[in-house]
């Protein structure tokens, strides 16, 4: 409960289009059933309202270890992967055809011209998705421990945006990002201009991203001491489950 919230409200805080979210105290004929998290659901009312726009929504679906290579000039595979989330009847091409593309342009854009990949993708959303999610220790997201995963794509015209979804699995891997213990040592040996540098910053998330997840272990832990009537036995029931759901949906009363 508290890495998904916390994680959804980081995401608002750096422009993020996340959905909220609120706990609440369930109880069942009058009987105490347990703490849960009621998720905003992301639908094209959640999108139009976010980016002020009409558009395509789309939920990435897990189907396989994919990692944004080209799938290829057929459609069919990006139908599998991109599951279309609208109303009404639109072809194949209409759906899926900026989809090829913007793969493609991801794969064979020419060194030094990546940016090309704005046209289909808003490079600065992703940007602040990918930052966040580092702080985060998310292995899970956008750029999965195996492949891509817990998003969705609402697109206006040409231009996708990226929506986060899912975010249980943050904080949890922050000490898989990399010895953040070395990271602080070549932080403290760069340069004033060094400092200046992306990978300044996304070092200083990294360890950062480390002790707040540390601290949420600490919250895990004070939780657990409660007594049960107060944890509710779902609470528990949650934390056992797999750490990678590939395909299962949430629902809007996420746990």
């Known amino acids: 409960l508290i890495r998904e919230s916390t994680a959804m409200a980081l995401m608002r805080a750096v422009g993020v289009a996340a ?34 726009k009409p558009g395509l929504l789309f939920e990435y679906r897990w189907t396989y270890p994919f ?22 009847v639109h072809s194949t091409a209409e759906l899926y055809t900026p989809m090829r593309e913007l ?15 704005d046209q289909y993708l808003n490079l600065a959303g992703l940007v602040r998705t990918l930052g966040a999610s580092t702080f985060m220790a998310e292995w899970d997201g956008v750029f999965g421990y195996d492949g891509m995963n817990n998003f969705y794509l609402y697109r206006m015209g040409e231009q996708a945006q990226l929506i986060p979804w899912d975010r249980d699995q943050a904080f949890h891997a922050a000490d898989q990002r990399g010895a953040p213990s070395a990271a602080v040592d070549q ?4 340069t004033e201009q060094d400092h200046q540098h992306p990978r300044h910053h996304i070092l200083e998330m990294s360890v950062l ?39 299962e949906e949430e629902t809007t009363a996420a746990h």
């Open 67 to 88: 990692f944004a290579t080209f799938p290829g000039e057929s459609l069919d595979p990006y139908a599998t992967l991109f599951e279309s989330r609208n109303l009404g």
């Open 19 to 52: 959905p909220r979210e609120a706990p609440a105290r369930v109880f069942v004929n009058g009987e105490y059933a347990g703490l849960y998290m009621i998720v905003e659901p992301v639908d094209t009312v959640f999108a139009q309202k976010a980016f002020e």
């Open 187 to 190: 932080t403290n040996q760069e």
């Open 209 to 247: 991203g480390q002790q707040v997840g540390h601290r949420l272990e600490q919250a895990d832990y004070e939780v657990e001491q409660l007594p049960e009537h107060e944890r509710g036995e779902p609470d528990r029931q949650h934390d056992q489950q797999p750490a990678h759901d590939h395909g």
């Open 103 to 117: 793969f493609r342009t991801i794969n064979q854009a020419p060194e030094g011209a990546f940016a090309q990949v």
